[in-house]
Nanobody, 116 residues
Framework: EVQLQGWGGGLVQAGGSLRLSCAAS????????IGWFRQAPGKEREGVSC????????YYADSVKGRFTVSRDYNKKMVYLQMNSLKPEDTAVYYC?????????WGQGTQVTVSS
């Protein structure tokens, strides 16, 4: 069974930093594109950042470019999202995501709240 468990959210002031972590199990980690989505109240879930399998191509939403960094540790089957210069508009529940052959798997979500 594929399982993703994310953690690391919290309350931070604008301009601060947080690091999200996600542990993956029950999958061939190298085969999956792994990343993060977020969902703010009243809004649709949106992709934040991901790192693909294979060539490790990295994607960032325009709204987080230059502030967030995604990384993955193949040995530990972990993926991280370093979030710097946080803004109130980054407030959302963040979900770890694993994608393989069109199937999506989700972590339980971790709340990030950025106060102004």
């Amino acid at each position: 069974e594929v399982q993703l468990q994310g953690w690391g959210g919290g309350l931070v002031q604008a301009g601060g930093s947080l690091r999200l972590s996600c542990a993956a199990s029950g999958l061939t980690f190298d085969d999956y594109t792994i990343g993060w989505f977020r969902q703010a109240p009243g809004k649709e879930r949106e992709g934040v950042s991901c790192k693909s399998s294979g060539d490790g191509t990295t994607y960032y939403a325009d709204s987080v470019k230059g502030r967030f960094t995604v990384s993955r540790d193949y040995n530990k089957k972990m993926v991280y999202l370093q979030m710097n210069s946080l803004k109130p508009e980054d407030t959302a529940v963040y979900y770890c995501n694993g994608r393989w052959r069109g199937s999506d798997y989700w972590g339980q979500g971790t709340q990030v709240t950025v106060s102004s």
